[in-house]
């Protein structure tokens, strides 16, 4: 029996690190393609389908353009129109970057107008909570970022990048300029 043991607990151990990334990327919404919206959303019951558009390959052609502009070139104020161009911005993944970019230029009431709209198409946006999260700490608002940190554990765990990189920056002192 020892020597069962002694193979299993190993393998089971190796078996959950290697679950543990997949699970945790499940969570982690924000990436260079888009997540379709809910099921349940209330503008699909409307007769719009939002979803149409995410699976569009010009859409995400145009998206990941946008992306790029934004994580590689650092080029706000394109990026805001490129994504704009799309007419998705109540998407989740598009007003997140939308808002991104506004809150990089410094425009936070615009920042914060489309991270609440991609909060309000998905509630777990996780990439939302911890930009919004940041923003907060900006704004001086350091209760209000403690709450977008417990959000994320509560999505994604505090194992995930988002959480990860929203403590880091609650960590450090008030006024501290962030780097992220």
């Keep these: 029996m020892r020597k069962l043991s002694m193979l299993l607990v190993p393998g089971l151990v190796s078996l959950a690190l290697a ?7 499940a969570y982690a919404a924000g990436s260079d393609e888009p997540s379709p919206p809910p099921k349940s959303d209330s503008s699909a019951k ?3 389908k939002k979803s149409s558009s995410i699976s569009d390959p010009k859409f995400l052609a ?3 353009t946008a992306y790029t ?9 394109s990026a805001i129109g490129q994504l704009k161009s799309l007419k998705r911005d109540d998407v989740a993944d598009v007003a997140n970057l939308i808002g991104y970019s506004y809150r ?10 489309y991270y609440e709209i991609a909060l309000k198409d998905d509630p777990n946006h996780v990439r939302t909570w911890q930009y919004y999260g940041l923003w907060q700490l900006e704004q001086g608002n350091r209760e209000q ?3 977008h940190l417990n959000k994320i554990a509560s999505l994604a765990g505090t194992d995930s990048s988002e959480y990860r990189s929203l403590a880091a920056a609650l960590d450090k002192p008030t006024g501290a300029t962030l780097v992220y």
């Design 19 to 25: 679950a543990g990334p997949m699970l945790t990327s």
């Design 145 to 147: 970022a403690q709450y």
């Design 104 to 113: 990089k230029l410094g425009d936070y009431q615009s920042s914060k107008v």
């Design 62 to 64: 145009a998206y990941r």
């Design 69 to 77: 502009t934004i994580y590689d070139g650092h080029d706000y104020t």
């Design 46 to 48: 409307k007769g719009k």
